[in-house]
């Protein structure tokens, strides 16, 4: 039996590291090449195999991406031959092969476009809108099919014929793979803000690999931001997206201890907040209310503003963000919002009035982990110990990210030891 050494331990997570960050700008530029969603994923996976079999000695390219490309396309090409007699379809395809790669003739950070097509593309109206965010996930941020089938609480196998149902709808109904004029667009933005949010939330929170974060898509989802308000910038939603985003990015380097352990809130070192990303944040809102923005990411944007300038938990004003979030459940009467709601007024007007709240949301969100978590440091807090261990036992069990797991279980070991309060994270 032999055992990995930590050099090839090394080398293979850092292999890992970039392929994972690498998917998504590789799959925009693969799916431009072939205008196919199903190629393009199956030649990906050939390219990422060659990856970890060449790169394993530790000779990583140094534009990994551009790399990626280039066998991938090759693999591509290669089906094609097989699949065809090679006869009309030489001429474009050899066009392909001829014309210099982007990502090899230029930084892969300074071409949003290929990245916006494949985002514009998901997020056609034809396309319904849990499948236009299941295969955005999917194709731009490497989710696993199992990943995806556990968030919409789906076996697999159902998530997997999903993914394929709307890869050929694609297909078949010859959707363009571009970003659409300026009026298309704004029929579009509302998905594809939503999807750009959830790039953000997987990246804030992953729901897998060992970290709490992946900056890579944090970092990604920021960027896409930056676009369309380049793109849009008369559209006060784009604003209020990036605002919120920026908000909570600031809060980034606070939210890990240094022996990885979740940090909430209400605990953070506010001197550790990013405080050019609070400015920048203040200032995408201004943007957003001068537009006339009142939508769903214009107030989450505020509510995120109102802990950012706060100079301590004890001083923020959660009386008025529980007013914030009124007006978004009136915006958009959604269990979730009544659940932060109620996280919110257990800072304004107590934890027994929060849990109440909290209770009456148990049939819409049967299987939210959020609410079995809140409702877990509710119950703690006003002092239902064994019910609160039980109720962590079921948020721990629906737990996919491991930093968060072992905060919830931190969290019920110490029930015994310690009624302190928290906030969120």
């Not at 571009?178 to 999807?195: F, I, K, N, Q, T």
Request: glycine share 6%; charged share 25%.
């Amino acid at each position: 039996m032999t055992t990995e050494s930590p050099a090839d331990a090394a080398i293979g997570a850092a292999i890992a590291r970039v392929l994972r960050e690498e998917h998504g700008r590789v799959m925009a530029a693969l799916v431009a090449h072939c205008g196919d969603f199903a190629v393009a994923e199956d030649a990906l996976q050939d390219a990422f195999a060659a990856a970890l079999e060449q790169w394993s000695t530790g000779d990583v390219p140094a534009r990994p991406a551009a790399w990626l490309v280039t066998v991938a396309r090759r693999r591509i090409v290669d089906q094609q031959r097989r699949a065809t007699a090679w006869s009309a379809r030489e001429a474009a395809v050899q066009h392909h092969l001829d014309t210099p790669n982007t990502l090899e003739a230029a930084d892969p950070g300074d071409i949003p476009d290929e990245r916006l097509r494949l985002i514009f593309t998901c997020c056609h109206p034809a396309i319904r809108e849990r499948d236009r965010v299941a295969l955005t996930l999917r194709t731009l941020c490497g989710l696993t099919t199992e990943q995806l089938a556990r968030a919409w609480r789906v076996t697999p196998a159902t998530m997997a014929q999903r993914l394929v149902r709307v890869q050929r709808k694609i297909r078949d109904a010859g959707i363009p793979y571009v970003v659409p004029p300026a009026s298309a667009m704004v029929e579009r933005l509302d998905g594809v803000l939503r999807v750009v949010y959830l790039v953000f939330n997987e990246g804030y929170v992953a729901t897998d690999g060992d970290d709490l974060m992946r900056p890579d898509l944090v970092a990604e989802a920021v960027r896409l931001g930056r676009w369309l308000v380049e793109l849009l910038p008369d559209e006060p939603e784009v604003h209020g997206l990036y605002a919120l985003m920026a908000f909570h990015h600031a809060r980034s380097p606070a939210r890990v201890a240094d022996d990885g352990a979740i940090v909430p809130l209400s605990d953070q070192d506010r001197s550790r907040w990013l405080a050019p990303w609070i400015r920048e944040g203040m200032g995408a809102l201004r943007r957003s209310a001068a537009g006339g923005g009142t939508g769903r990411f214009r107030l989450e944007a505020a509510i995120s503003a109102m802990h950012a300038t706060a100079p301590s938990w004890a001083t923020t004003d959660h009386a008025h963000i529980v007013r914030l979030y009124d007006a978004l459940y009136a915006l958009q009467p959604d269990p979730v919002i009544a659940l932060n709601r109620a996280v919110a007024r257990a800072e304004s007007d107590g934890p027994a009035r929060a849990l109440a709240e909290v209770q009456t949301l148990a049939d819409a969100l049967v299987d939210y982990q959020p609410w079995y978590a809140a409702s877990a440091d509710l119950l703690r807090r006003v002092g239902q110990h064994a019910a609160a261990r039980a109720r962590y036992d079921e948020a721990i069990e629906r737990t996919t990210n491991p930093r968060e797991r072992a905060f919830l279980d931190r969290r019920r070991r110490a029930l015994d030891a310690s009624s302190g309060e928290s906030g969120g994270s």
